[in-house]
């Protein structure tokens, strides 16, 4: 069984930055992608960043130039470098990880930025 820790989420000033980690129990190339959801109250989960395994990239256009996704395969982490936040990026965010059509998920780490 997959499991997926997310970490580093808190309460922040518009314009700060935080950076998220979600530590997997299995090597990250041993997925077909991750990436990161969020979900705001009453929205439905939407995705932020996903990184496929051949390295290429994908960002929901809200947050193209202010976030970064990344990995460390000897970590088997994946981050979400979060810049330039806005009120509107408050939400739960969700790392997820795909293998052979099956989604595993984290628990969640809550983002809250002040305006």
């Known amino acids: 069984q997959v499991q997926l820790v997310e970490s580093g989420g808190g309460l922040v000033q518009a314009g700060g930055s935080l950076r998220l980690s979600c530590a997997a129990s299995?090597?990250?190339?041993?997925?077909?992608?991750v990436g990161w959801y969020r979900q705001a109250p009453g929205k439905q989960r939407e995705l932020v960043a996903r990184i496929r395994s051949g390295g290429s990239t994908i960002y929901t256009d809200s947050v193209k130039g202010r976030f970064t996704i990344s990995t460390d395969n000897a970590k088997n982490t994946v981050y979400l470098q979060m810049n330039s936040l806005k009120s509107e990026d408050t939400a739960v965010y969700y790392c997820n990880a795909l293998r052979n059509y099956i989604d595993y998920w984290g628990q969640g780490t809550q983002v809250t930025v002040s305006s």
């Open positions: 299995a090597r990250i190339f041993s997925f077909n992608a």
